[in-house]
């Protein structure tokens, strides 16, 4: 009644606001991220010694497996595994692995965020409307859902590149990240009086 009702109020006007995104900065991401990609499936079809579908696991598993002669790390219904876990072990035998990761990477936030963010932004408020969620994380933190904010990679350089598409609607507004630092430890010292 003290804290979750009243936020209501102010989620619902954060809702109706929006975010804005730089449009360009994400066409220019567009552009380098289908450049990387281009590079990358290059690499990695010399790496293999010849041209194959890079995002069919058959295909993969039959390079990695049968052409390569790497050792499974575990198998599945369709064979032998590709996935993230086996190919991770993978890369320490051969570099075609780590290359297929990293086009994984990039493919999922060209699909994820830069291409489908720009698509999301409403024709008349010019920004993207979220809803944020107050009882859905385990945690007790607020979450973000349609489109989903939250899990964009901030440890990456193209992540922190996608974050600096979020802008602040005018130049006389500036955008500022707040966030709780060891919440739970304060809340402790709080009540103790520590």
């Known amino acids: ?26 066409e220019t991401l567009q552009r380098e991220i289908a450049a990387g990609l281009h590079t990358l499936e ?30 499974p790390a575990r198998k599945n219904k369709s064979g032998f595994s590709t996935d993230v876990d086996a190919l991770e072990a993978l890369a320490q035998h051969h570099p075609l692995p780590a290359a297929v990761l990293e086009y994984r990477s990039l493919e999922k936030l060209r699909g994820t965020y830069v291409e489908a963010l720009p698509k999301l932004v409403h024709p008349v408020t010019g ?17 973000s859902s ?14 922190r590149r996608i974050r600096q598409g979020f802008v602040a609607g005018s130049p006389s507004k500036r955008l500022i990240a707040a966030d709780y630092s060891q919440i ?11």
């Open 1 to 26: 009644n003290e804290i979750e009702l009243p936020l209501v109020f102010v989620l619902s006007k954060m809702e109706m606001r929006g975010i804005s995104i730089d449009t360009a900065l994400f």
């Open 42 to 71: 290059s690499k990695i079809h010399e790496l293999a010694g010849e041209p194959f579908n890079i995002n069919s696991p058959k295909q993969l598993q039959t390079i990695l497996y049968g052409k390569l002669g790497l050792k």
């Open 127 to 143: 920004r993207i409307h979220t809803s944020f969620n107050q009882a859905v994380a385990a945690t007790g933190r607020l979450s």
């Open 146 to 159: 349609n489109p989903n904010l939250q899990n964009i990679p901030a440890r990456t350089e193209m992540g």
């Open 184 to 194: 739970e430890l304060r809340v402790l010292a709080h009540l103790t009086g520590d």
